[in-house]
């Protein structure tokens, strides 16, 4: 059975940095792409990037270049979402999913990771 | 590309047939459409891909049709566990999400 399993939620103060993690099992982990999406509070869905874990090529979203980080680790099935410097506007559900390939959605989501940025 | 979602709310009863609209500022490649259905609390659900596809598991009261700019979902007799929020996102290289249509009981 397909898992996607993501760490806990988080409080963070702004300026802080923070990584998130998703860890995939049962299936080839570096075969699928994963993809990350934010949905802010009571608001829809963004698309932020996407990373290939077998050799670790990662698309960006325009809007989230430069803000966040996309990694992963294949020796633990395990990708990462990253932020070096919080706002508080980075408060958000964050959702990872699993791809079928690089342009079909799987339909494998992780039950997403509240992150709160707040003083 | 820039998908708008109509309408943002939709005042349905059980038992009825449900029609809700994506389209995208240009043409969308390959029909590479997908619509997701998202409940409070819960992560999103696949339930159409290549706009007319349907995602494994997912009922046949579900359809999705269009290509080029304009695509829909139809939802043919609304079960109570239909009202949710729907999404159509575009599966190429940009994958942006529309703004979402709620499905809400009348």
């Known amino acids: 059975e397909v898992q996607l399993v993501q760490s806990g939620a988080e409080v963070k103060k702004p300026g802080e940095s923070l990584k998130i993690s998703c860890k995939g099992s049962?299936?080839?982990?570096?075969?699928?792409?994963i993809g990350w999406v934010r949905q802010m509070p009571g608001k829809g869905l963004e698309w932020m990037g996407i990373?290939?874990?077998?050799?670790?090529?990662?698309r960006y979203s325009p809007s989230f270049q430069g803000q966040v980080t996309i990694s992963a680790d294949k020796s633990i099935s395990t990708a990462y979402l990253q932020w070096s410097s919080l706002k508080a506007s980075d408060t958000a559900i964050y959702y990872c999913?699993?791809?079928?390939?690089?342009?079909?959605?799987?339909?494998?989501w992780g039950q997403g990771t509240l992150v709160t940025v707040s003083s | 590309i820039v998908l708008t979602q109509s309408p943002g709310t939709l005042s349905l009863s059980p038992g009825e047939r449900a029609t809700l609209s994506c389209r995208a500022s240009q043409s969308v490649t390959s029909s590479y459409l997908a619509w997701y259905q998202q409940k409070p609390g819960q992560a999103p659900r696949l339930l159409i891909y290549d706009a007319s596809s349907r995602a494994t598991g997912v009922p046949d009261r579900f359809s999705g049709s269009g290509s080029g700019t304009d695509f829909t979902l139809t939802i043919s007799r609304l079960e109570p566990e239909d009202f949710a929020v729907y999404y159509c996102?575009?599966?190429?290289?940009?994958?942006?999400f529309g703004q979402g249509t709620k499905v809400e009981i009348k």
């Open positions: 996102q575009q599966h190429g290289s940009s994958r942006t």
């Open positions: 999913t699993r791809h079928d390939n690089y342009y079909h959605p799987g339909g494998y």
């Open positions: 049962g299936y080839s982990f570096t075969n699928y792409w």
């Open positions: 990373i290939y874990p077998g050799d670790s090529d990662t």
